[in-house]
């Protein structure tokens, strides 16, 4: 098996930049809201959504929901829930932080999801968005970066599991 290393795309200074861009943009947008509920994707999302959060300096909470796009259907695009919010959202604010929006089914299923629980307001904050990819648009309040099609890893994001903890986003290139 050939060793897959990645190489650096957005480096952790120019994600740190960007998280601290996006808080501030959250604070100003949800300012004299009583509580913003920041729904986190499992588990891509969860390194994003921890210094997001901590950049906030709005009332809020964190709650985690797990979905899954189910093997072999990337072209249906077929989403299901693994694991469910805690809290029930009626009439809260609520900002769903995810980490990648490749072709938008993922999103757009659970923005879906969600809106029927009746919010008092519903929107989206993504670190990064493969453009290209769209087959589904979603609209994204709040948005890091758009990237190319390329596999990233890094920051909460996998490839077959690994690299999720690495501090940078990087490319996964597997080497000849
Ligand atoms: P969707 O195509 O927008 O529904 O994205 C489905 C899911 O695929 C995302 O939430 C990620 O979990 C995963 N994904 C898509 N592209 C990448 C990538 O480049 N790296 C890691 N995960 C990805
Ligand atoms: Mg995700």
Redesign the pocket.
Known sequence: MSEVRPTVLIDEATIAAKVAELAAQIDRDYAGVDELILVG?LK?AFIFLADLSRKLTIPRAVDFIA?S?YANS?TT?A?RMIMDLRRNIEGKHVLVV??????????AYLMKNLATRQPASLACCALVR?AE?T?VEVPLRYLGFDIPN????GYG???AERFRTLPYIGVVTPEA
């Open positions: 994707v891509g979905l796009t990337t695009g989403v995810e980490d990648i929006v490749d072709t938008g089914h993922t999103l493969k990819r087959e390329v596999w990233v890893v994001l996998d490839w």
